[in-house]
């Protein structure tokens, strides 16, 4: 199952809400050069943008639905297909921003360090991560994909790495000169419980949704959907708020 831009921008001012809070905590200010690793469909490279207008700005992803919308809503900046795990660039940067992109890959002790390396002198690496592995919707995920017919090939599905603020201040602190790490929790009002399933459907549940046939897929999304209800009581115009945490990290080298 790729990724979808379409599904992805669904709730997009949501999404956007905590790069743009990320990216008005990074420091710097004359930045000439900024990487946006893991661009989506271009929201967080456009905040980037606007900070730093005059700088020379790289959106990357190795999605090719995302790219085409990234280069559609911003045809001046330059687009290139890559994957972060891979990533050698020829070229250092004043701003590396990643944007609920890092969490996807593994070996975070080496990730990290490999990209402050990629930094000049005082630049900064900009990050912020999901952190809701134990919240009720990807707790909820796990037993559905646990408890049904399709066990056997969804039922041990793990997220890569997700570690504490601790972790990555103490990782990073060895090689920047400054590191600012803090977690905040955000409360997305979201129409009803279908829309809760909706944005999971765009990020976190694309790894159990993949493998099952279509009519697998709308019994595991009733079963979870059911769940969700539970869990989420709405208020009362129906409304569904949604607690998201996030991690933040300006790591400056």
Request: glycine share 4%; charged share 20%; aromatic share 10%.
């Amino acid at each position: 199952m790729t990724w979808s831009a379409k599904q992805y921008t669904m709730f997009e001012q949501q999404r956007t809400r905590p790069v743009r809070d990320l990216v008005a905590a990074i420091p710097n200010t004359q930045v000439r050069n900024a990487v946006d690793l893991g661009c989506g469909p271009g929201n967080s490279t456009e905040v980037l943008a606007e900070r730093y207008s005059q700088a020379r700005i790289t959106g990357m992803d190795n999605s090719d639905d995302m790219l085409k919308d990234a280069r559609q809503r911003l045809p001046a900046l330059n687009f290139e297909r890559a994957d972060i795990g891979d990533w050698k660039p020829a070229q250092t940067f004043d701003v590396i921003l990643a944007n609920a992109s890092l969490q996807w890959l593994p070996d975070h002790a080496t990730l990290y360090p490999h990209l402050v390396r990629q930094l000049t002198p005082g630049g900064t690496l900009a990050v912020q991560t999901p952190d809701n592995l134990d919240e009720p919707a990807h707790r909820l995920a796990r037993e559905v994909a646990a408890d049904g017919p399709w066990s056997a090939r969804i039922g041990a599905v793990k997220h890569n790495e997700r570690h504490t603020a601790s972790y990555y201040y103490e990782l990073l602190s060895k090689h920047c000169s400054t590191v600012d790490v803090w977690r905040t929790t955000y409360q997305h009002p979201l129409a009803d419980h279908a829309a809760v399933v909706e944005w999971f459907k765009g990020s976190a549940l694309r790894p159990f949704l993949a493998p099952l046939s279509e009519d697998e897929r709308a019994d595991f999304l009733q079963q979870y959907t059911a769940r969700i209800t539970q869990a989420y009581p709405a208020l009362g115009d129906g409304t569904v708020l949604l607690p998201f945490p996030r991690l933040f990290i300006i790591a400056t080298r």
